[in-house]
């Protein structure tokens, strides 16, 4: 490795305040966008790549990678707050961080969001960096086989993230895998479970009207049916209001275990996989290993 070339690239991006004014701008805007349910990080790279016509190459870069990273996080804002991922990498952050917002914690859920995506972020760069060969040659050696194990290992995460419940997380696997079969077959191209009379259907469903149709859906009907016994009662029972404030600090136990973090790294490394399996197989890791699982 040239590590004269890598100082100099270092050095061009931190001299340049535009640069840094392009990613935090950038970043904010993902954060934006990312917050807005359905509106993934990658289509607000696409929504937003006209406003780097007429820049520089490295500032445009850097705007770009700023919306990209500043939407993987805006993804857990409508995830905690209204139980609906703005991304599909936040489909796992609704499990725990909803919960934390009825409890009234919604400012440290956040918190910890931030500090694990800025984490995150921080360790993919620095392995992106030095070790991108090496990982390269490594998910390149993933043959079917490998695929095959890792499809298993993700399977096995739902009998740790079920809790006392296994047969419920069971048919809710089932039911995922059901719909995952409509569509066209993706190695022979052969419609599977549709008539000709509905070609809607040949794109299969797509995974984040799927999570907002399964999580903000059922919320609102929750949130109805919760607001209409509200009415019914002469007085509502008194209730913790949720903080949305950020925290100064994270929890101690957020930065424990760091090789956690390592596992987005290699999954999404992985070609055919992303962030939606890092996730779960991270959440189903970090449940595993947790002294209080529940």
């Known amino acids: 490795m040239d590590f004269s ?3 100099s690239s270092y050095a061009t991006v931190w001299s340049n305040p535009e640069v840094l004014l392009m990613t935090f701008i950038g970043a904010l805007g993902g954060v934006l966008l990312g917050a807005i349910p359905g509106m993934t990080a990658t289509m607000g790279v696409a929504l937003l790549i006209p406003f780097s016509f007429g820049m520089d190459l490295i500032p445009s870069i850097g705007l770009l990678l700023g919306i990209y990273c500043g939407g993987m996080y805006g993804g857990s804002i409508s995830a905690i707050l209204i139980h609906a991922p ?17 409890k009234g914690q919604a400012g440290k859920a956040l918190s910890v969001a ?24 490594m998910a390149m ?9 890792l499809a298993v290992f993700g399977l096995s995460v739902i009998v740790a993230i079920s809790g006392k419940s296994v047969a ?31 070609t809607g259907l040949l794109d299969g469903f797509q995974f984040i009207p799927t999570l907002i149709g399964l999580f903000a859906v059922s919320e609102v009907i929750a949130g109805l049916s919760a607001s209409s016994a509200a009415k019914s009662m002469s007085r509502s029972p008194t209730r913790r209001s949720p903080t949305c404030c950020l925290t100064g600090r994270p929890s101690r136990r957020s930065a ?39």
């Not at 703005?86 to 009825?102: E, S």
């Not at 696997?173 to 599977?192: E, H, K, S, W, Y």
């Open 256 to 294: 424990q275990h760091p090789l956690r973090r390592l596992i987005g790294t290699f999954i999404g490394a992985i070609p055919g996989a992303g962030g939606d399996i890092a996730v779960f197989v991270s959440y189903g890791a970090s449940k595993s290993a947790s002294k209080h699982p529940e």
């Open 5 to 7: 070339l890598l100082l």
């Open 114 to 137: 931030m500090f694990a995506s800025f984490c995150g972020g921080v360790i993919g760069a620095l392995v992106m960096t030095f070790l991108s060969p090496l990982v390269a040659d």
């Open 141 to 149: 050696n993933f043959g079917p086989g490998e695929m095959f194990m």
């Open 168 to 198: 419920k997380g069971l048919i809710s696997a089932f039911f995922g895998m059901l719909l995952c079969t409509v569509g066209l077959d993706p190695t022979n191209g052969i419609p599977r479970f549709i008539t000709t009379k509905q």
């Open 86 to 102: 703005g991304t599909p990498a936040a489909a796992a952050t609704l499990l725990d961080g909803y919960p934390m917002c009825k």
